[in-house]
């Protein structure tokens, strides 16, 4: 029989010396006599420790033996039963952090790993290019790793302690870039998008537009994820951004948001309203329609297909799926000028200058709720727990402060 991988370690007697003893990753622990209370007692507790620090591989590793790779190691065990281990998501973007730390110090002892280190390592990130709000980002889950090892009691809480007081870069003083800010994209650029996506991505595109929602959460909505029982419907995403934070999060759909989605609530109540798989049907049932072939010449409907494709139109879009499907829509609405279509480079410019992402309409949606409504509605509708999250995503009114100058004089 194949051994199980959730065991728990067996209380045992040791023969040579008629001791207690368990054996917890490859170590072992002496409980006392065979038997006693005293000694099962003892396994209870470090059982219970074990099983507290998440079966980790680093448990029982005193803190002046612990390398920085097996920190590493048990972190990850432990992030991917929080986070999860969605390709993209806070457990993919903790590996991609920790890369250059395991090259650099690896090997090197968890306890020795000071600010000089970290600033080495933040030095890494700044060469492969990458701006100075992501390198914040990375040295920050950096930092995170070794204040978990050190409430794990894997390190001394000075290492954490030390590493805090590297403070993040700031602007105009690294060479590292800055990121263009997010900025709302107009209806008009929106409209002429539209004309050139499938029927089901349009959908999500006008929902999208209509509430706020995150990219993720019009990918994963079902109709058993709706409450129809108002005339404003309220949908709570099976999963958001801030699940783990253990905060409600509530999308609120009008009437023109409903209109939209009703013909896609016609399915089973846990389906997926937005599928790729119908997408693609309905591509294949279009171009039957747009056949001038007569049926008894050629390739009957559906015979001129792989047997085993490599890929398949699977049940529900993901974030990246969606924006690839809008950025292939942009690169159809504003193809490039005649005079540059020659120049790779010219073309990939023009490209990134025509191409907005769905995270785009929050920000609309966000600019318009702050103008007409006000800053705290705009943070209910987007779900966000601070203001100043908000201002973020909610331009301020310029026409307001110009009409304003136009009266003062």
């Not at 905060?247 to 009437?255: A, D, F, Q, T």
């Not at 294949?284 to 559906?302: F, I, V």
């Not at 990939?348 to 929050?362: D, F, G, K, V, Y």
Request: glycine content about 8%.
């Amino acid at each position: 029989m194949p051994r199980l991988g959730n065991r728990v370690p067996q209380y045992r007697r040791h023969k040579q010396s008629g001791q207690a003893i368990v054996t917890i990753n490859g170590r072992d622990y002496l409980l006392g006599p065979f038997g006693t209370s005293a000694s099962k007692l003892e396994y209870d507790r470090l059982i219970t420790e074990w099983l507290s620090s998440g079966r980790s591989t680093a448990f029982g590793v005193p803190e002046h033996a612990i390398s920085i790779v097996e920190l590493i190691v048990a972190y990850l065990e432990y992030a991917k039963g929080y986070y999860g281990d969605l390709q993209r998501g806070e457990f993919a973007n903790m590996r991609y952090a920790l890369r250059p730390l395991r090259e650099l110090y690896g090997s090197q002892l968890a306890r020795e790993f000071g600010p000089m280190q970290l600033k080495a390592v933040r030095e890494k990130f700044i060469a492969a290019g990458n701006s100075r709000t992501y390198i914040n980002q990375q040295v920050r889950r950096i930092s995170r790793v070794f204040r978990w090892g050190a409430a794990e009691g894997l390190i001394p809480a000075d290492v954490p302690q030390a590493l805090a007081m590297v403070a993040g870069l700031r602007k105009g003083h690294t060479t590292a870039p800055e990121t263009q800010k997010v900025r709302p994209v107009d209806d008009a650029t929106v409209e002429a998008t539209l004309q050139r996506l499938s029927s089901v991505v349009r959908a999500m595109v006008e929902l999208q537009r209509a509430t706020g929602m995150r990219p993720g959460e019009v990918c994963i909505l079902r109709p058993c994820d709706i409450d129809r029982s108002g005339d404003v419907w309220e949908y709570c995403p099976s999963g958001h951004k801030n699940t783990n934070r253990e905060r409600e999060r509530i999308v609120y759909i009008g009437p023109l948001g409903q209109s939209i989605l009703a013909p896609y609530l016609l399915r089973a109540a846990d389906a997926y309203c937005f599928s790729p798989a119908e997408s693609e049907r309905r591509r294949r049932e279009n171009l039957q329609k747009k056949r001038k072939t007569p049926l008894s010449c050629g390739n009957s409907p559906g015979k001129n297909r792989k047997r085993n494709p490599r890929r398949k139109a699977g049940d529900r879009y993901t974030s990246q799926s969606y924006l690839n499907a809008v950025r292939r829509a942009c690169d159809k609405a504003f193809p490039p000028p005649n005079d540059i279509a020659d120049d790779a480079d010219a073309v990939a410019i023009w490209q990134t200058e025509h191409r907005w992402s769905p995270n785009q309409l929050r920000h609309t949606l966000a600019t318009r709720a702050r103008r007409e409504f006000g800053i705290e509605t705009a943070k209910v509708l987007l779900g966000h727990s601070q203001l100043n999250t908000t201002g973020i995503y909610a331009e301020a009114d310029r026409r307001k402060a110009i009409e304003a100058v136009r009266r003062i004089g």
